[in-house]
């Protein structure tokens, strides 16, 4: 079939660099390594973040790939601590998508849009232009088929899934404790769940679906969407697991170069990595428990710091970098002395991907977003799991007890904190433990796994290049 030279496609993330970094990563790879030109459409506001700025401006973006900034919402009715994460971000997205297909006329109608799982407005957009629209999962496939399901369990069942007495069984899938429920399904009243479960219901609208994820890491949840009667019924979109799709290359910032120079000197496996995502923050009292169990663990680390924050757990989502910041005003009295030489601590924002691959690297304290999770094992790092919110919880229990790389600290029953004793024993754990060295050897495994997925002839590169090929041929 005739190949045309360049089809030009469109990409779309929901604010948060949780999803505009795979996407990003994705959009990258269809230019680079397939040709394909790309409109990267950017949901932008009046509120500044550093880091998103510097990845979307990035000097090495490839050619072939425009940023295209689409007119900024203003935030300040949304950015109150008492808005959840969802609310805020789809209230964006709504107000953003609203110039959707003026742009996209604009651009030149592109023959397929890629959409991010919270942008589903962009569906029926599509639709009036005959656009081809894909779905991107930025979570895992785990929880994919939680929520190709919550429909169902939406419909079936009465009152709060979290007062559900046992395990929620999602058809040929590991079940769920109703204690390990993602944040927005927490609460069916209010508003976060109204807009979870409204982009969630429209999945099926795909012409096709991306997972970040390959076919080891996730083999029952990937076998059951194929096979099991109830996602056939749905009918589920055609799914292609193309991961790990995750950053590749970071410009560093003078400090940033010094952390890698000080890890170039340690010891092989011997820092712990700690950070919390893009939004993460602890509570004033949590910082301070963490900052003693670092320093009695006796370990090399480098820990990302951010201002705690008592209101929320994702105080930096939607402003990562730009966040007010002086570790001496919160950290506790002589800490950044007393670790002189054995830790370093960087404020906000740290380069993650480059730490995690570092081979002095040798474990991750993480709040196990997706795409830190990528991260760790694809550098074949071992996890301390630190849910904050969203899905992290989810994941949390999948790197724990399916896929055994992680170990999860325990609060004590009545207490709001991870005590500093427990944090040094997972330090420990982890970092010179026999159970550290098995989980070494399992996520050294599974990243050996995910390069293969990736490579010529792996699975995650052939369903790439697959839907790649469609898009190509011609008469399309
Ligand atoms: N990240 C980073 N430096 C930091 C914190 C985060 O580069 O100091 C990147 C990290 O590598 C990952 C993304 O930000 O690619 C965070 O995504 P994730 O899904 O782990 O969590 P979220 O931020 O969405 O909660």
């Known amino acids: 079939v005739a190949e045309s030279s360049q089809p030009h496609t469109a990409v779309i993330a929901s604010p948060g660099l949780g999803h505009v970094i795979p996407l990003l990563e994705f959009a990258k790879r269809l230019v680079s390594n397939y040709g394909i030109r ?10 500044a973040s550093t880091a998103l700025d510097k990845l979307l401006h990035s000097p090495t973006l490839p050619h072939g790939l425009d ?3 689409l007119p900024p919402v203003d935030v300040s009715a949304v950015t109150s601590d008492d808005i959840p994460v969802l609310t805020r971000l789809c209230a964006i997205v709504e107000e953003s998508l609203k110039s959707l297909k003026s742009v996209l006329l604009e651009i030149g109608k592109p023959k397929a849009m890629v959409i991010d799982l919270f942008c589903t407005q962009a569906f029926q957009v599509c639709n009036e232009l005959s656009i081809q629209t894909y779905s991107f999962c930025t979570p895992s496939v785990s ?16 009152g709060e899934f979290i007062d559900l007495p046992e395990p929620i069984e999602i058809p040929g899938c590991s079940p769920v404790r109703p204690e390990d429920l993602l944040d927005q399904v927490r609460d069916r009243k209010i508003d976060e769940y109204k807009w979870f479960l409204l982009h969630i219901s429209r999945l099926p609208l795909a ?15 990937l076998k059951a969407i194929r096979e099991h009667p109830f996602f056939l019924q749905i009918p589920t979109p055609p799914i292609y697991a193309i991961g790990p799709l995750t950053k590749q290359d970071e410009t560093l910032s003078a400090s940033e170069e010094e952390c890698m120079a000080w890890l170039d000197k340690q010891p092989p496996d011997s820092v712990l ?8 923050t602890l509570t004033a009292e949590q910082l301070t428990e963490m900052a003693w169990g670092l320093e009695l663990s006796q370990q090399r680390f480098i820990w990302v710091v951010r201002k705690p924050s008592d209101a929320s757990a994702y105080a930096t989502f939607f402003n990562v970098g ?7 005003a919160y950290l506790p009295e002589g800490f950044l002395g007393r670790i002189q030489g054995v830790g370093m601590v960087l404020q906000s924002w740290a380069p993650q991907v480059a730490i995690l691959r570092h081979p002095s690297t040798g474990g991750f304290l993480s709040h196990c977003g997706w795409n830190s999770s990528l991260e760790s094992i694809s550098g074949g790092v071992p996890m301390i799991a630190w849910p904050l919110y969203a899905e992290q919880k989810m994941n949390a229990a999948m790197l724990t007890e399916d896929i055994g790389v992680a170990v999860k600290p325990v609060m004590e029953p009545g207490k709001k904190v991870i005590r500093r004793e427990e944090i040094e024993r997972v330090a420990r754990l982890v970092m010179e433990g026999e159970e550290g060295n098995v ?4 996520v050294k495994e599974l990243k050996d796994g995910a390069y293969r997925a990736l490579d010529e002839v792996g699975s995650s590169y052939n369903s790439f290049a697959y839907v790649v090929r469609q898009w190509k041929k011609a008469d399309n």
């Open 273 to 280: 990595f700690v950070a919390l995502g893009s939004g993460g």
């Open 439 to 442: 989980m070494r050897h399992r």
């Open 207 to 221: 012409s096709g679906i991306f997972l970040n994820s390959w076919e080891e890491l996730e083999p029952v949840p």
């Open 38 to 47: 790309v409109s990267f459409l950017s949901i932008s506001t009046n509120e």
């Open 143 to 158: 929880f994919f088929t939680f929520a190709l399901y919550l429909p169902t369990l939406d419909r079936e069942v009465e």
């Open 67 to 69: 940023v295209v900034d």
């Open 322 to 328: 730009s966040d007010v910041n002086d570790p001496k």
